[in-house]
């Protein structure tokens, strides 16, 4: 091995770096020139670097790197070498006592020579002038994420990602600058991959697969993408292959994740005790445990926490093969990802494979083409929220229930059942059963493919033709078999139905654009223009169904008896057939640079799109944005320790149509079905039987609203680039100021209209915030260096008008928290506030005596200080705000906002040799969170109908009994008594800090070195151990303060009704270069 | 080379430019809807302009808003019957505006208003271009107003002044009009349904259980009743329609019975239907809204027999049934009573035949026993009573809503399946009611004879012959012999109450008398107390008098409560919508 690597052993610090370079210096001017020979490699993979510059500090002696990253110099004895190459840390290495020299240079996210994507187009990040976060591969390395969404959390500034919930797949809320939509699902970004505009299907794209993330923020940056920009813009490049250079990647590793924190609950003993205390105190003397709940000590505790959580194991493999000559590179892939969750039954399996080919066909002529196919199957039978929190208040005793066992399940296969006469328990489930008989697929075969060709006309002058075709394919089954196991037992109770449902639909898009564009520099003008046309047409077909399986093997429709067809396919708001929705665009940006100093952008995008009626069809989205390079301005140019300055500051209009289904635009009857399909009312079968003879019938869904437009978002930036120390640490600050005007919602209506909810244009909102984003890239020598990076964003959300006759928007987007008591109307979002503000009574305390009540019921107008509950000692006693004596609806009022002050990320990383180190934490300040789970946790009644919960050990031993007189903790009602109590109502009660710090990754590598690998053709091999999620700091009392917005909605954010847990993983994993 | 260049950019360009002409024609952002039906559809058909209007009926056909709401409020404000379960508040008035079947009634007749509104205009234009012919688009507008007025009826009677919407595109935000408004607004719309609709003679079979004249006076003469214009009122009742068209079944018995629906008696009754093969378990159509088949029935069992028994029946109720009266054990039965329902004789043999109660009894379960160790034929024993699993029910059971043959609540019956959603009609109106109703107005107008005659009418018929002629309670709600009734009004009250308990009018009819008057009388037969929250052991003598609490509840009603509170949600989507006194 001729190339030999040179490693320094010894680590240099700042004081002898700065006294080697002196010696240098002073050395310099006596001594003989040498010839060094060297390589340049990066240091995170080892690839040759090619056309990084070297100068011989001091001098004018310079050249640069080959294809294979060699070079050879003459330098003096003393010298020292001027390292630099795009994307990388500048770096100096001295060449005393030695003639030949490795450099590893450290990559660069924020340098200023970076290529960002922009749309429709690159930009040197020098050049940009709009407000734009990049992430690279090296980043996304650095953690095993299942999606890629979740790569960026903490790293983007002015980008909020949250993990609504733990489950596997993935279910990641993405904010880019603020709520700008109440609408569920509206905020949502517009996703670009490798050209293609999608909103959806992210997590089909295996993570490993992407060279870099360019998350675009503000208006003037987005508006080149229109009607679909409001919510910014994130740009996903792949990994293409490398001229003249071939290189095959295996990535590999397994996670195993620990079971997650779980509910202190009460064993079989305590619950019965609770239950005789209970029916001894019950006031109505209708309460009565099941008997054998008098001998508490006869009683056998099963755990459904412990019988539903699991250790976890997610295994992933990737393969990759990139190169290529001259005309043709390519990068081939093959993913495959398993992560069995820690809930049981939860999986998400996904192949995925990647192809890009660049062709340059001749000097004018180029193509490209990316395929991305992948095959995902994944479930989680216990869902989020309700399933799971369902664990934490069964009963904790299958005693008196199946005559073959008390346990969950036994060793004989054996499973327990609740008695299914007694209304204490009969309304309760064993999921473990469930998940374990029933049978689950929901498979997605999803295809993204793009093909562009590209003809240079003229020097600068290009045209382009792209087409892209995205299909998706998404088949799923559930079969329930029919449970006779307590109807054997006990005779003639019901008999649990078979089931059987299937969906099947797909999804054809095509999109085509056609750009021009034009480049050209002359004297200190550089002026680029890119103009084009697009058309996106999606169609969708879909239709399901079930009905009863004529048996427990059988998945036939057709001959399952009593089949109903969905009257909407889950997931979408459409029935059993096909939708069209088609967009056309026309666009242009151009730039125009003067002397690298003075920069503008001006973008203009004309959007059409069938949701709306003739004449809102189109809209117009123009945006401009400025930018002064300050530091090549000559009072600057001299300043030596400020690297670069910019300020940058732009304003644009961006619109969003995704809140909104197709054709809300028409009045539309619905119904027309059979007798036996069932649905929301709004798709109600509407048919009638006179006389047992069923006709059909047809009623208005929705009514005509031609006026129906697209939201307008009209953002304005303010921002400043700077950098320091040679570009070794470099600033990002962002000002915004985000006005949503006309957003659009389909909104609760009053029921006088006629319709429960109405799609209209609402109101509006705005959103201001900052964003900075700091990075530092440090080190001595090639031995040690160690990078840190800070993102930190705050957003203040207001809601600035309502339209729909309220002042206000009720939580909205499908979350049923359980119950009779107000539960469903636990968020108002005020005008004049933030939007999801939790809304509910201000709790004092509990009630002392009786005294205290008869005192305050005297006082009231109607005799009664709490109307629609009698009230006891050891019920809870809210406040009368509105001062008429009495608490009803109008004493509720805002009790807390669940969007955070700030957040932000902390990415620490070194390497010392061949180690390596990364710890990434993200971190929430100042959010709240509504604790349902709380709620239930302190009710022993079963809310919503009959039967006796459990409930947490704190309370037990806590709540208020005539002896125990607490404060906080109302007494136990039994079965119906926490609907009469009103105890349990949303209130301040249960609203909670939900600051946090987590340590989302820590990660050891070691690369082994490279003369112990060549024998085996290995360039590079990189092996770790990391951890996720190893500690979490918060003061919250639930399992994990990391809620986000259920269903995608805003109006229902923070709020923990048992989401999947989050919990460590504990990854041992290898990166090999061939 | 320069050839090959030209050519490819030569077909760029051109491939380019076909794309402009593709996404620049008008017709690729026209896309069709395929979902649904367009309005000028609707109106263009037949039978699509008949759908519209079957579309406002089946805004009836939901269990939540029969039973959680109108019965309820019907039989719960009385006390005459009682809740079991999670909706217990209804037994001591503490109704809360978050109580999910108050949404129900609202937004369902809500819903349903807004489809007699869109169902007019579409009605008119298809008669006025021929689609359909002038006798069947009278008929069917007739239909849309006698439904809308209904509705309003019933929400008027709940809440009292209530938002009217008349028209289609309401913004929803209307405040609450007087409760006289809406009631004035009722009388409108069943003079136009008078017009309109057909008689009850000229609908053919199959379309039995559509309105028809008769339905229409019946509904304006009840809302006259709540204007207090009592003439206006005898008017519609006494018109020929009505006399002539419907008549008191000759047996009470019949009324109700299964095999009996829609029957001669009955004025307007909600439809249900079990389509064939379609199982009355919980993999049936059940679920509301749209549900053919309701829970309504088999939720008022006892809990013994099909483990619901969510509601259940107030002794005192069974105490004040006058000697002879053979409504008493097909309203409500106690401890000892057998069933007296021909259809579930005939097909169980009474209570000894329900799976339970045979598999019960073959396993030496007491509560299956007879006192003499026979199976068990009656509602509980006179030493055992049915008190459901917690003792927490009175032991007294709904009879009326005991008649449909085919359920057999929580338990599968002989087939192996579970039968507890079943599709019995349910009667909002029959002609006993009107002749009640009648009476009353003859008492306001001092027509004493004339009143004492109608009630007569449904006396005779309650005793298979002829009534005593002193009418008085058994016994009242402590089990005291009962004093006669000799006040006219008094007189009307107690009928409304014998004849009409566990259906869908007693509290409503009660109220309409005056609220004064509904207050009192149901706060003396019941002996209720002010302040009195929870249950109170049985006063009366007989089976159940164990000094125990057993659900009866004698929690005095207030004038404030003979109306429900505005539900939260209205007044949340609808700030102008005030509170009623008292939530």
């Given amino acids: ?1074 | 080379m320069k050839r090959i260049k030209i050519i490819i950019i030569f077909s760029i360009v051109a491939v380019a430019g076909s794309i402009i002409i593709v996404a620049c024609k008008k017709s690729f952002l026209n896309q069709t809807n395929t979902f649904g039906l367009p309005p000028d559809a609707v109106a263009s058909t037949k039978d699509n302009v008949i759908k519209a209007v079957n579309a406002i009926y089946d805004t009836y056909q939901n269990s939540d808003l029969l039973k959680k709401c109108i019965w309820y409020r019907a039989n719960f404000g009385t006390h005459d019957f009682f809740n079991w379960g999670a909706d217990v508040f209804w037994n001591n008035y503490q109704i809360p505006s978050t109580f999910v079947g108050l949404n129900t009634l609202w937004n369902q007749f809500y819903i349903g208003i807004a489809r007699a509104n869109y169902a007019l205009p579409v009605v008119a234009k298809a008669k006025e271009n021929g689609v359909v012919d002038a006798a069947l688009a009278d008929r069917l507008a007739g239909e849309a107003y006698f439904l809308r007025g209904t509705m309003y009826y019933y929400l008027a009677a709940c809440f009292g002044g209530v938002p009217l919407e008349l028209q289609t595109g309401s913004n929803g935000l209307a405040p609450r009009s007087s409760r006289d408004s809406v009631f004035q607004q009722v009388v409108l719309d069943m003079q136009q349904a008078e017009t309109l609709l057909w008689s009850k003679t000229e609908l053919p079979a199959v379309e039995l259980g559509r309105a028809t004249k008769g339905a229409a006076y019946a509904y304006e003469g009840a809302a006259r009743m709540w204007l207090k214009d009592y003439e206006g009122a005898l008017a519609a009742f006494n018109n020929q329609e009505l006399t002539a068209n419907y008549h008191l079944l000759p047996n009470f018995v019949d009324v109700n019975e299964y095999d009996h629906q829609n029957n001669d008696e009955s004025l307007f009754e909600i439809q249900f239907y079990l389509k064939p093969g379609d199982p009355q378990d919980w993999g049936g159509s059940w679920q509301p809204p749209g549900g053919e088949l309701g829970w309504i029935d088999s939720f008022s069992w006892p809990n013994e027999i099909t483990q619901q028994g969510y509601d259940y029946g107030n002794p005192a109720l069974w105490n004040s049934y006058q000697q002879g009266d053979k409504r008493k054990l097909l309203t409500i039965v106690g401890p000892g009573d057998e069933l007296r329902s021909p259809g579930i004789i005939a097909k169980w043999g009474g209570v000894k035949g329900y799976p339970p109660v045979v598999a019960g009894f073959a396993s030496g379960n007491q509560t299956y026993t007879a006192d003499d160790g026979t199976i068990i034929n009656t509602v509980g024993t006179l030493t055992r009573p049915w008190y459901g699993d917690d003792k927490g029910r009175t032991g007294y059971v709904c009879a009326k809503k005991w008649r449909d043959p085919n359920l057999t609540g929580n338990y599968n019956g002989p087939d192996g399946k579970g039968h507890i959603f079943g599709d019995q009609n349910q009667i909002l109106m029959r002609y006993a009611e009107v002749i009640l109703s009648r009476a009353e107005c003859k008492v306001r107008t001092n027509d004493i004879p004339g009143a004492m005659a109608d009630l007569k009418l449904v006396r005779d018929r309650a005793w298979g012959g002829t009534a005593p002629a002193v009418m008085q309670d058994s016994a009242d709600y402590k089990g005291n012999p009962g004093q006669p009734i000799t006040d006219p009004l008094q007189m009307v009250l107690s009928e409304y109450r014998h004849e009409l308990s566990g259906e869908y009018s007693t509290f409503f009819d009660l109220c309409r008398a005056g609220t004064d008057v509904a207050v009192e009388f149901i706060n003396r037969v019941n002996g209720a107390v002010q302040g009195s929250y929870n249950p109170v052991p049985n006063p009366a003598p007989g089976p159940t008098h164990d000094g125990l609490k057993h659900g009866l509840y004698n929690t005095a009603i207030t004038p404030n409560w003979t109306l429900l509170p505005i539900p939260q949600s209205a007044r949340a989507a609808n700030p102008n919508l005030t509170q009623n006194d008292g939530y």
């Fill in chain 1, 1 to 1074: 091995m001729k190339k030999t690597r040179f490693i320094k052993n010894h680590v240099i610090n700042k004081a002898s770096l700065m006294l080697l370079l002196l010696l240098s210096l002073s050395s310099q001017l006596f001594a003989q020139n040498k010839t060094v020979i060297g390589k340049v490699v990066a240091n995170e993979n080892d690839s040759a670097l090619a056309g990084v510059s070297i100068r011989v500090k001091g001098t004018n002696t310079g050249t640069f790197t080959k294809n294979d990253g060699s070079f050879s110099i003459s330098a003096p004895e003393n010298g020292v070498l001027l390292i630099s190459g795009v994307g990388y840390v500048n770096q100096e290495v001295s060449v005393k006592g030695t003639t030949s020299v490795t450099v590893r240079l450290v990559s660069d996210v924020q340098n200023l020579q970076q290529v960002v994507v922009i749309g429709y187009g690159t930009q040197k990040r020098k050049d940009v002038t709009g407000s734009i976060s990049s992430v690279t591969a090296a980043q996304i390395e650095k953690i095993p994420v299942t999606t890629l969404d979740q790569a960026l959390q903490g790293r983007a500034a002015g980008v909020q990602i949250v993990n609504n919930d733990a489950s596997p797949g993935g279910n990641v809320s993405v904010l880019i600058r603020g709520i700008g939509s109440i609408a569920p699902g509206g905020n949502q970004p517009l996703y670009v991959v490798d050209g293609y505009p999608t909103t959806g299907g992210i997590n089909n794209i295996n993570p490993n697969d992407i060279a870099t993330i360019d998350v675009l923020k503000d208006a003037s940056a987005t508006a080149i993408y229109g009607i679909r920009a409001a919510n910014g813009v994130v740009i996903i490049t792949t990994k293409k292959g490398l001229k003249n250079k071939m290189q095959v990647s295996l990535d590999v590793y397994d996670a195993i994740q620990t079971e997650p924190k779980k509910y202190d609950l009460l064993n079989a003993q305590q619950f019965a005790a609770l239950s005789n205390e209970v029916e001894a105190s019950d006031s109505t003397g209708t309460y009565h445990g099941l008997p054998i709940w008098h001998t508490p000590e006869a009683l056998h505790t099963v755990d459904w926490q412990d019988a539903v959580y699991r250790r976890g194991l997610t295994q992933n493999y990737s393969i990759g093969i990139r190169g290529g000559g001259d005309k043709v590179q390519t990068a081939m892939s093959f993913g495959y990802y398993d992560q069995k969750g820690i809930v049981i039954g939860s999986f998400f399996k996904r192949y995925s494979l990647n192809l890009n080919l660049d062709y340059q066909a001749t000097s004018w002529l180029k193509s490209s083409t990316s395929v991305k196919y992948s095959y995902q199957d994944a479930n989680n039978p216990l869902g989020t929220g309700p399933g799971l929190f369902q664990l934490a208040i069964n009963p904790p005793t299958l005693d008196s229930g199946s005559r073959l066992t008390y346990q969950i399940k036994d060793a004989n296969g054996n499973y327990g059942f609740y008695n299914p006469l007694n209304p204490n328990v009969n309304k309760f489930n064993n999921p473990v059963y469930s998940v374990e008989t029933n049978q689950y697929q929901n498979v997605t075969n999803y295809v993204l493919a793009t093909s562009s060709l590209e003809a240079t006309l003229y020097d600068g002058l290009r045209i382009k033709t792209n087409f892209g075709a995205n299909v998706n394919n998404f088949s799923s089954f559930y079969l329930q078999p029919e449970d006779t196991r307590a109807a054997q037992q006990y005779p003639g109770s019901v008999t649990t139905p078979a089931n059987y449902h299937q969906t099947i639909n797909r999804t054809f898009e095509w999109l085509w654009e056609n750009t021009i564009s034009y480049d050209h520099t002359f004297g200190l003008h550089t002026i680029n223009f890119v103009g084009g046309i697009s058309a996106q047409k999606n169609t969708w077909t879909g239709m399901g169904g079930g009905g009863i399986p004529s048996s427990n093997l059988t998945r036939d429709l057709s001959n399952v008896t009593n089949l109903v067809l969905d009257p909407n396919i889950p997931g979408t708001n459409t029935g059993n057939g096909q939708n069209v929705y088609t967009l056309a665009s026309q666009f242009a940006r151009l730039t125009y640079q003067f002397a690298d100093k003075y920069m503008i952008t001006g973008t203009l995008r004309r959007d059409g799109s069938s949701k709306f009626d003739t004449g809102h069809k189109y809209g117009t989205f123009p945006s401009a944005a400025v930018a002064w390079r300050i530091k090549n301005e000559s009072f600057l140019k001299a300043v030596s320790w400020l690297y670069d300055l910019k300020i940058r500051g732009g304003y644009g209009e961006v619109g969003n149509e995704s809140p909104i289904g197709l054709f809300q635009y028409q009045a539309l009857y619905v119904g027309n079905r059979p007798s036996n399909v069932n649905g929301g009312i709004n798709n109600d079968n509407m048919g009638y039987p006179f006389n047992k003879i069923y006709q059909n019938g047809v009623g208005p869904g929705q009514p005509a609203n031609p006026a129906l437009k697209w939201e307008t978002d009209k953002q304005t930036d303010i921002g400043i680039d700077a950098a320091f120390l040679n570009g070794a640490l470099t600033f990002t600050a962002d000002w915004f100021n985000r006005d949503s005007k006309d957003f659009l919602l389909q909104l609760t209506a009053p029921a006088q209209t006629g319709f429960l909810t109405l799609t209209r244009n609402v109101g509006s909102m705005n959103n201001k915030g900052v964003e900075l984003s700091a990075n530092y890239r440090g080190g001595s020598g090639k031995d040690f260096q160690y990078g840190i990076g800070v993102t930190w964003t705050t957003i203040k959300n207001k809601l600035t008008s309502i339209t729909s006759g309220t002042d206000f928007v009720q939580n909205l987007g499908g979350l049923i928290l359980n119950g009779f008591q107000g539960w469903d109307d636990f968020t108002r979002s005020y005008v004049g506030r933030p939007v999801g503000e939790f809304y509910g009574y201000q709790a004092i305390g509990i009630y002392q005596s009786q005294k205290q009540i008869d005192d305050l019921n005297a006082n009231a107008p109607e005799g009664i200080y709490r109307p629609g509950t009698v009230a006891l000692p050891g019920d809870r006693y809210f406040a009368d705000l509105n001062g008429d004596h009495k608490v009803d609806d109008e004493d509720r009022t805002h009790i807390g906002n669940p969007q955070p002050k700030f957040f932000g990320g902390l990415n620490l990383d070194a390497n010392y040799r061949a180690w390596d180190i990364n710890l990434y934490f993200y971190g929430s300040y100042g959010s709240k969170i509504l604790n349902y789970v709380e709620s239930n946790l302190e009710s022993f009644a079963k809310r919503g109908s009959e039967g006796a919960d459990n409930v947490s050990v704190e309370y037990y031993q806590n709540h208020w009994t005539p002896t125990n007189p607490s404060n906080r903790y109302a007494r136990a009602l039994p079965n119906g008594g926490d609907n009469s109590s009103l105890n349990n109502v949303p209130s301040s009660v249960w609203i909670e800090d939900g600051s946090f710090l987590k340590l989302k990754n820590l990660s050891i590598g070691y690369t082994v070195p490279a003369n112990l690998l060549s024998r085996f053709s290995i360039t590079r091999l990189r092996v770790y151990v990391s951890s996720q999620n190893l500690f979490t700091i918060t003061k919250y009392s639930g399992l994990d303060p990391e809620i986000g917005m259920q269903g995608g909605s805003a109006t229902q954010n923070g709020v923990d009704n048992g989401t999947y847990p989050s919990s460590r993983y504990f990854t041992f994993g290898l990166n090999v270069t061939f």
